[in-house]
C-alpha cells in the first residue's frame, strides 16, 4: 500500500546492537543494556559473520520522531523467532511468530524523539514460542529479518487501517468488493472517495462512528490478469474532511483473475490451468532469511525461463516484495502460515493454537490484495492421518474460507493414502518422495516414480475425492553442486537430473494431476542434529540450483519437461 498524504519513515538501517546472549528475559533491565555494536536492519543477527550459529537474546535500539501528541504505528514485516516491543521504556507488543507481520501503535507523548527498542530472541522454548521448533528442515533465524516502518497518523481523525479489494463474481466485467477498515478518533463526519486507475473519485459519506465500510465497484477498464498478461488495476481510497481537504489516503494494487476447482480440474479466469513451478524458501547464504529485492527479482527471473508459472512460498509468510513482483511477473503463489510436522503435543498447546491463529490472521491482512496468490496453505505435514489435528485444521480453514478473498485452500500432505482430512480443502497436495526416502536395497529407484504417482490418484479418487484437483506439492531428492559419478547414484547431479525430469514427466502427463512443484528451488540451510547424516553440509540439497543460484544438471532438465509438457 501507498499512504501519500501521510508520514511514513522507513526505518531500514543501522540500529544500535547488543548481543545479551544466554540471558533469561525474566533478567532483562532495558535500562542497563548497553548498546556497543550497530546491526543492519533488516538482516539476521545469527546470519552476520559475528554472530553466525548463536542462539540468545539480543536488543535493538533506535530513536523515531513523531510530531508531539500525535499517534505513530510502527510496522514490522517480520521479527524472528519472539520479539517484543518497547516504546520509551513502555512495552507495547508481543510477537510470537517469526514470520508475521505485525504493527505496534505508538501512544502520543509531548516529546517527539521516541526510543524504540526491540528485544528478540532466537532461542527455541516450547512453552513460549510453540510455532517454532528445531527440528524443521530449514534454518530459523533471529533478528528484525524484514523491513521497519513507522506512520505518523492523523491527529484527531479516522484513519485507514486496511482497504482490501476482491474480484467479484462478474470479475472479467470489472465488479470488485471493496472493504475499508478505519481506525482512530471519530470526531467528525468524513467523506471515502474512491477513485480507480485515476478516474473521477466516488464519494460516500461516513458516520462520525464508522469503523469499516465495504460496497461493490466497477473498474472502468477492466484488464483480466494472468500469468501471460499480469495486468493490475489501482485503487486510491481517500479521507476528506468537512471541508473537503484530503488527509489521509491509500493506493493499493488489484488484479481481476478467479481461481476456481470444478471437476478435478483447476481453472483460473475459466481456463483449464496446470501448475508447473517450485517450492522457494526465502534464504541466501549471504543474507539468511533477509534477502535483497535484487535477488528476488533474479530468482523469479530464473523460475521464468525454466517455464515455471508457480512457486509454494514454504514454509511461512511471504515478503510483501516478493509478492509484489510476483503480481507484476506473472507467478501464481502458494502462500502458506508457519507450519513443518507439527506433532499431537503441539496441537493440544492452547498457545500453539492462539498463535497459529494470530499469524493466519496477519498473513491474511497483510496478503489479501495480491492477485498472485491463488492458493492458502497451512500446516505444512502435520499429522493429517490422526485425528488429533482436526480441531485446528477446521478452524484454519473457516478463517481461510471467511477472510481469503476466494482463493483455494489447502494443505500439503504426506499421506496421500491415509490422510483424514482431504474432506476440508478445495485442491489436494501430496508430498511425495518415491525413489528418495525408504528405498534402501531397491535395485532400481528411479523405478518408484511412475508407480506411486499412479498409486496416490488412484487411492485419492477411490476415497470420493474424484472432483477435487490433485497437485504434488514437493518431489524431489538431493544433488549435490559438483557431484558427478558414473554410477548415477544418490547425491548426484545425474541421479536428481534423471529422477526431477521421469517425476515431471509422470505427474504431468497423467490426467489426474493438476500440476507439480518441485522440491526445491535452490540449496538452502537446515540444521544438524537429526537431520545431519541425511543433509550433507547441514543444507537440504534438493535444489535444482545451488545455494548460489548456479544451475545443476537437472535444470535444462526440468526446463525442457517445463516448456514442452503441461500446457491445457
Ligand atoms: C518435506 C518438507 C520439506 C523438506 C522435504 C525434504 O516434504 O515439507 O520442507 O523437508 O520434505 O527434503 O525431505
Known amino acids: 500500500m501507498d499512504y501519500a498524504l501521510r508520514k511514513v519513515t522507513r526505518l531500514d538501517g543501522l540500529w544500535d546492537f547488543a548481543f545479551l546472549g544466554k540471558q533469561p528475559i525474566s533478567d532483562v533491565a532495558l535500562d542497563s543494556i548497553r548498546y556497543e555494536e550497530k546491526m543492519p536492519v533488516p538482516a539476521a543477527y545469527d546470519a552476520m559473520p559475528k554472530y553466525a550459529g548463536k542462539r540468545g537474546l539480543a536488543a535493538y535500539r533506535r530513536w523515531i520522531d513523531l510530531e508531539a501528541g500525535s499517534e505513530g504505528v510502527l510496522c514490522f514485516s517480520a ?63 533471529g533478528g528484525i529479518i524484514r523491513q521497519v516502518s513507522l506512520h505518523q497518523l492523523p491527529l484527531g481523525r479516522k484513519y485507514l487501517k486496511t482497504v482490501q479489494v476482491e474480484p467479484g463474481e462478474n470479475y472479467a466485467q470489472g465488479k470488485i468488493k471493496v472493504a475499508i477498515r478505519l481506525d482512530g478518533a471519530s470526531t467528525a463526519e468524513t467523506v471515502l472517495a474512491l477513485s480507480v486507475d485515476g478516474h473521477e473519485p466516488v464519494l460516500h459519506r461516513l458516520s462520525k462512528d464508522a469503523k469499516e465500510w465495504s460496497e461493490s465497484m466497477t473498474v472502468p477498464d477492466p484488464r483480466l490478469w494472468s500469468p501471460e498478461s499480469p495486468a493490475l488495476h489501482r485503487l486510491a481510497v481517500t479521507l476528506l474532511d468537512k471541508e473537503g481537504a484530503a488527509y489521509d489516503q491509500a493506493t493499493v494494487r488489484f488484479g481481476l483473475r478467479r481461481i476456481e476447482a470444478r471437476e478435478g480440474e483447476l481453472l483460473l479466469n475459466g481456463k483449464p490451468l496446470i501448475l508447473k513451478g517450485y517450492n522457494r524458501h526465502e534464504w541466501h547464504p549471504n543474507f539468511g532469511p533477509s534477502t535483497p529485492e535484487l535477488q528476488m527479482v533474479v530468482d523469479l527471473q530464473i523460475l521464468k525461463d525454466m517455464g515455471c508459472n508457480f512457486v509454494r512460498g514454504c514454509h511461512y509468510h511471504q515478503d510483501q516484495r516478493f509478492l509484489d513482483l510476483c503480481d507484476e511477473m506473472g507467478i501464481l503463489v502458494w502462500e502458506e502460515n508457519l507450519g513443518w510436522g507439527q506433532r499431537e503435543k503441539t496441537f493440544a498447546s492452547e498457545r500453539f493454537v492462539q498463535d497459529h491463529q494470530v499469524a493466519l490472521e496477519a498473513m491474511l491482512e497483510a496478503s489479501f490484495n495480491h492477485p498472485s496468490i491463488v492458493i492458502w496453505g497451512f500446516l505444512n505435514e502435520a499429522g493429517s492421518n490422526e485425528g488429533y489435528v482436526r480441531p485446528v485444521f477446521e478452524k484454519t480453514a473457516k478463517t481461510l474460507r471467511e477472510k481469503g478473498g476466494g482463493r483455494l485452500i489447502t494443505y500439503a500432505s504426506m499421506f496421500c493414502e491415509t490422510d483424514l482430512h482431504f474432506d476440508l480443502v478445495d485442491l489436494i497436495s501430496i508430498n511425495i518422495y518415491p525413489g528418495w526416502y525408504n528405498c534402501e536395497g531397491v535395485d532400481d529407484p528411479l523405478g518408484l516414480i511412475k508407480p506411486h504417482v499412479e498409486r496416490c490418484a488412484r487411492s485419492v ?45 509422470e505427474v504431468l502427463t497423467h490426467p489426474r494431476y493438476c500440476g507439480i512443484c518441485l522440491w526445491h528451488f535452490s540449496d538452502a540451510r537446515t540444521y544438524g542434529g537429526g537431520w545431519s547424516l541425511r543433509r550433507p553440509r547441514t543444507f537440504n540439497n534438493k535444489g535444482t540450483l545451488d545455494e548460489y543460484r548456479r544451475p545443476k544438471l537437472a535444470y535444462e532438465r526440468v526446463k525442457a519437461a517445463f516448456h514442452s509438457m503441461g500446457n491445457p
Open 461 to 505: 479418487d477411490e476415497r470420493g475425492f474424484r472432483d477435487k484437483p490433485l497437485l504434488v506439492s514437493e518431489i524431489g531428492v538431493e544433488g549435490l553442486y559438483g557431484w558427478h559419478d558414473a554410477h548415477r547414484d544418490f547425491f548426484t547431479e545425474e541421479y536428481q537430473a534423471d529422477y526431477l525430469e521421469i517425476a515431471c514427466r
Open 79 to 141: 521479527v524472528s523467532m519472539w520479539s517484543q516491543v518497547y516504546v520509551d521504556g513502555q512495552l507495547l507488543h508481543e510477537n510470537r511468530c517469526g514470520y508475521a507481520p505485525f504493527r505496534v501503535k505508538v501512544p502520543p507523548s509531548e516529546n517527539c524523539r521516541r526510543e524504540v527498542v526491540v528485544l528478540v530472541d532466537n532461542r527455541y522454548d516450547f512453552d513460549r514460542i510453540p510455532m517454532h521448533e528445531e527440528y524443521f528442515d530449514f534454518y530459523q533465524y
